[in-house]
């Protein structure tokens, strides 16, 4: 497994942390929630990508068309 995916995820996390709390001190709470949001959606994104690679190998594996 490459480890390289997981200090991307961490670190989207904890960039995305680090703006929210200085939004919410800064009282822009809706901008902080869009900041959570979206840094949500690119988790997923990446996730989503793996899960493609994922498939993509068991299809080879298996020579499934």
């Known amino acids: 497994m490459d480890t390289g ?15 929210n709390i200085v939004l ?3 009282d822009k709470d809706e901008i ?9 959606v690119i988790v997923l994104m990446i996730v989503l990508d793996m899960l493609g690679g ?6 080879s594996i ?3 068309y």
């Open 54 to 59: 994922l498939f993509d190998s068991l299809k």
């Open 24 to 26: 919410k001190k800064s």
């Open 5 to 19: 995916i997981i200090f991307k995820i961490a670190g989207v996390g904890l960039l995305t942390a680090i703006v």
């Open 32 to 40: 902080a929630t869009l900041v959570t949001l979206t840094g949500l």
């Open 62 to 64: 298996l020579s499934l």
